[in-house]
């Protein structure tokens, strides 16, 4: 007994050490690159994510939570600081703003309405995040200094083409190359962002190619900054700073949910946003760049094996000791090699995951996604959030007024309830009946899945969907990560569904492929009969 828990501990000690590891790993080129394409400075986007990982690692939830500044938190803050005319001062002030709004928003429900927020919304945002990170590097990437917009930058182009730096460009490709087409095998031990930086730079060392670099990155630790504090300039900065917050509070929102997803727990959303705006408070208060809890640095963590916030404390040490010992190697990397790093950031925030089902998708999501993507890419990140929300709420509102009709139904089968009470108990719950009822969409989909994560006992279990509406792209996802979860609990799964167009659907989804077609029926009563007999056969 006292062996198995020196060896549980022994176990848990090594995944934080692995998960520190290779988050801290993944997280020193986005730190730099990020830190560069805000305006920052690349010690800025170093320090900021020491600071921000432990001190919101320390103060947050349970589950390790690797935070830093991501894609969304660098295109506001570089969009901002154009609009600040790069002052400083002023961009630590909003940040310090937005923080003490995350705290104060920790104080009230608003951290549990994220889970109301549709998938469209939410994959229009990203892949617009991630297509402007794409975008906003082209020039870096020829040889010339980084443009505002997205509009500028495409506006400009052909300018920038003609112009070209050959040796950025060069050394930009074999970056990208490498980024991109490092085998799993190796990505497994060594990320590609990482092989990728330590290749880029060093070739444009040995070639003395000529071309910008980080040039300076201070190692001394960051001062205390004191923020502009004059009334008319704080009242003008309302708006950077509600902004910013809910990037900074959304994007932490969703990485905890992702979590909660691999570790089959659940976060206090409260906690979470309060920890965030603690370390942004100390971000701003030296001058550091801000962030959020990231959701590829926290799964890389969690997949090694992190599971306690020893974690988040390795990670910035491991940071910290790069800053003080390889700074000479830093400043030596090429701005182009951080933009195709960057460039492959983009890429993978990109929602891969939709565009292979887009053409299943139901007409109204795809008009909600559209739209979101286009406003944040062309326009502003956060109108296109709220836009995209008010219209997929439109949508779902006429959804449901159309259906409104007078039906008379008989009252549901009491045979049938009766025979459900007697085969969970003959049976001993090893066999069970779940009816999904009701509207099962965007609002409801995270909502049941909560209600799958702990059935003792059951072998077998009987998922019945009644209804007769179609699933939009939300709710398919829902249904999937409940089969996955419930398999993942060794849970055999049999499916009633009446509705042909609705079965339809879940072939498109390859989501009958998941439990077999012979898993699928018609009737509740052939599903019953069907239990029975797999149960004799386990």
Not at 122 to 131: E, W
Not at 235 to 253: D, K, R
């Amino acid at each position: 007994m006292f062996l198995d828990d020196i060896k549980s501990k022994i176990s848990i000690l090594v995944g934080d050490v692995f998960g520190g590891v290779n988050s801290a790993i993944i997280t020193l080129p986005q730190a730099l690159a990020f830190g560069v394409a805000t305006g920052f400075g690349a010690a800025a986007g170093l320090w900021g994510a020491v600071i921000l990982c432990l001190v919101a690692g320390l103060l947050g939830t349970k589950t390790p939570l690797i935070s830093g500044t991501t894609g969304p938190v660098a295109i506001v803050v570089a969009s901002m600081m154009l609009a600040l005319n790069n002052n400083l001062e002023a961009a630590v002030t909003i940040i310090l703003m937005a923080a003490i709004i995350q705290l104060v928003a920790s104080l009230t429900n608003l951290p549990s309405m994220v889970k109301y927020v549709p998938y469209p919304v939410i994959s229009g945002f990203m892949n617009g995040v991630g297509i402007i990170i794409i975008i906003l590097q082209l020039n870096p990437l020829l040889g010339h200094k980084a443009m505002s917009s997205t509009v500028m930058t495409v506006m400009s182009i052909h300018k920038s083409l003609a112009s070209l730096n050959h040796d950025a460009l060069f050394i930009g490709l074999i970056t990208l190359v490498v980024a991109f087409f490092t085998p799993k095998v190796i990505n497994r031990f060594l990320p590609s962002q990482v092989l990728a930086l330590i290749i880029g730079t060093y070739i444009s060392i040995k070639l003395g190619l000529n071309i910008d670099r980080i040039s300076e990155l201070s190692v001394a630790f960051p001062n205390v900054v004191k923020p502009d504090l004059n009334i008319h300039h704080l009242i003008s900065y309302i708006p950077y700073a509600l902004t910013l917050a809910v990037v900074f509070s959304a994007e932490s929102m969703l990485t905890g949910l992702v979590s909660d997803s691999l570790t089959k727990t659940r976060h206090s959303p409260r906690r979470l946003l309060a920890s965030q705006g603690i370390g942004n408070m100390m971000c701003a208060l030296t001058g550091s760049l801000g962030g959020s809890a990231a959701t590829m640095r926290s799964v890389a963590a969690l997949n090694a094996g992190a599971t306690t916030k020893l974690c988040t404390i390795i990670n910035p040490l491991l940071l910290m000791l790069l800053i003080f010992k390889c700074s000479s190697f830093v400043v030596q990397i090429p701005l182009a090699v951080l933009a195709a790093i960057l460039i492959k950031i983009g890429y993978d925030i990109i929602d891969v995951k939709l565009l292979k089902v887009l053409k299943y998708a139901p007409k109204d999501d795809l008009y909600v996604l559209f739209l979101v993507f286009f406003l944040t890419v062309f326009y502003n990140l956060i109108f296109a959030v709220g836009a995209g929300i008010t219209l997929a709420a439109l949508l779902y509102a006429k959804r449901v007024a159309d259906k409104a009709e007078l039906v008379h139904k008989p009252v549901y089968d009491t045979e049938i309830m009766e025979l459900e009470r007697v085969l969970e108990r003959d049976y001993k719950h090893k066999i069970r009946v779940v009816h999904i009822s009701g509207q099962f969409f965007f609002g409801s989909a995270t909502q049941l899945i909560s209600k799958f994560d702990e059935l003792l006992g059951t072998e077998l279990l009987i998922l019945n969907y009644e209804a007769d509406d179609l699933l939009d792209i939300s709710a398919i996802f829902a249904l999937e990560d409940i089969i996955l979860r419930l398999q993942s609990q060794n849970i055999s799964i049999i499916l009633v569904i009446k509705n042909e167009k609705v079965l339809a659907q879940l072939k498109d989804h390859k989501i009958v492929d998941q439990i077999g077609e012979k898993s699928v029926f018609y009737t509740e009563m052939m599903a019953i009969d069907y239990a029975k007999e797999q149960l004799k056969t386990f």
